[in-house]
Nanobody, 116 residues
Framework: QVQLVESGGGQVQPGGSLKLSCAASGFTFSSYTMSWYRQAPGKGLEWASGINKGGGGTSYRDSVKGRFTISRDNAKNTLYLEMNSLKPEDTAVYYC?????????RGQGTQVTVSS
């Protein structure tokens, strides 16, 4: 069955960096667009970034553009999100999602907390 396992979250100070990973199994990873969504405390799920099947096409929500970089390694069935210059408003649970739709299969999430 489809399995997505996120890792790499943690607590960092404002301005810090983290790199999230998502290990995928149970499907042909290279055949799917992948996305990162996030959910801040008390708020709904919001799309953060997406990447096409081959990794050559990426997109970002405006608030993370220039600070976050999405990438993938199809040989390792792994999706990444490198996050730099983190801000308190980036605090959220980050989810790896198969496809572009928030309703797609997703992992259990990894907590990112940006606080001094």
């Amino acid at each position: 069955q489809v399995q997505l396992v996120e890792s790499g979250g943690g607590q960092v100070q404002p301005g810090g960096s983290l790199k999230l990973s998502c290990a995928a199994s149970g499907f042909t990873f290279s055949s799917y667009t992948m996305s990162w969504y996030r959910q801040a405390p008390g708020k709904g799920l919001e799309w953060a970034s997406g990447i096409n099947k081959g990794g050559g096409g990426t997109s970002y929500r405006d608030s993370v553009k220039g600070r976050f970089t999405i990438s993938r390694d199809n040989a390792k069935n792994t999706l990444y999100l490198e996050m730099n210059s983190l801000k308190p408003e980036d605090t959220a649970v980050y989810y790896c999602v198969r496809g572009q739709d928030a309703g797609g299969p997703r992992g259990q999430g990894t907590q990112v907390t940006v606080s001094s």
